[in-house]
């Protein structure tokens, strides 16, 4: 079965996740489901409020781009972003390292083709404990570094949406409001909201 994912309007989204405690085959199950979840969707990254569990845990799969290379150092160890990836991140909390921070454009699974510029700084350090509670330290940059961002922000209760100028958010204002509206109408219906078929 495959894992729905919350739209905007659900509460879920803005809550602040539980730390993760327990490190067992649930959670490594959760993980898995997740993943599956996010493919199915084409998503590069999901936290665990977008499948109904405000928990501080998420998954991200970021593909290397020959254009765009990454930089990936985990404990230490400069390592190619594929050897790192899927990667599951329990209690993550991320530092930014001094970077340019850049604008680039983003979506988000539980806004179904709302896209809009975020700023974000380029490269952080993101502390987390993987599926057995072992902890980690990863460096990275570029779109990896972006994911876990915006993945860990929604671990807060925080979206995309927040994070946007204004001017940025006023271009797509009607389109999250009538998102809003459209997943509280199917709650009230007592249906549960879905990311809505792609249109051909
Ligand atoms: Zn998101």
Same mark, same amino acid.
């Given at each position: 079965?495959?894992?729905?994912?919350?739209? @905007?309007?659900?509460?879920?989204?803005? /809550?602040? =996740?539980?730390?993760?405690?327990? @490190?067992?085959? =649930?959670?490594?199950?959760?993980?898995?489901?997740?993943?599956? %979840?996010?493919?199915?969707?084409?998503?590069?990254?999901?936290?665990?409020?977008?499948?109904?569990?405000?928990?501080?845990? !998420?998954?991200?799969?970021?593909?290397?781009?020959?254009?765009?290379?990454?930089? !990936?150092?985990?404990?230490?160890?400069? #390592?190619?972003?594929?050897?790192?990836?899927? +990667?599951?991140?329990?209690?993550?909390?991320?530092?930014?390292?001094?970077?340019?921070?850049?604008?680039?454009? *983003?979506?988000?699974?539980? @806004?179904?083709?709302?896209?809009? /510029?975020?700023?974000?700084? &380029?490269?952080?350090?993101?502390?987390?404990?993987?599926?057995?509670?072992? %902890?980690?330290?990863?460096?990275? &940059?570029? +779109? #990896? %570094?972006?994911?876990?961002?915006? *993945?860990?922000?929604?671990l807060h209760g925080i979206l @995309?949406? &927040?994070?946007?100028?204004?001017?940025?958010?006023?271009?797509?204002? %009607?389109?999250?409001? =009538?998102?809003?509206?459209?997943?509280?109408? !199917?709650?009230?219906?007592?249906?549960?909201? *879905?990311?809505?078929?792609?249109?051909?």
């Amino acid at each position: 079965m495959t894992l729905r994912i919350t739209q @905007f309007g659900e509460s879920i989204l803005l /809550e602040k =996740g539980k730390k993760v405690t327990s @490190f067992d085959s =649930g959670l490594t199950q959760l993980a898995n489901d997740m993943l599956d %979840a996010m493919d199915q969707a084409e998503g590069i990254g999901l936290a665990a409020h977008q499948i109904g569990k405000a928990l501080q845990f !998420c998954v991200v799969d970021v593909p290397e781009h020959p254009e765009y290379p990454m930089a !990936c150092i985990l404990d230490s160890k400069p #390592l190619a972003p594929s050897l790192v990836m899927p +990667l599951a991140l329990a209690n993550p909390v991320v530092s930014p390292i001094p970077s340019d921070e850049y604008y680039c454009e *983003e979506g988000c699974l539980s @806004f179904p083709e709302i896209r809009g /510029e975020v700023a974000r700084p &380029d490269r952080i350090s993101v502390k987390y404990q993987d599926l057995e509670g072992n %902890a980690h330290e990863l460096e990275c &940059d570029g +779109l #990896l %570094a972006r994911c876990i961002q915006h *993945e860990v922000d929604h671990l807060h209760g925080i979206l @995309f949406i &927040d994070r946007m100028e204004k001017n940025t958010y006023a271009e797509i204002k %009607a389109e999250v409001k =009538g998102l809003k509206k459209r997943t509280q109408e !199917c709650l009230k219906a007592g249906k549960l909201p *879905e990311i809505p078929p792609k249109q051909e």
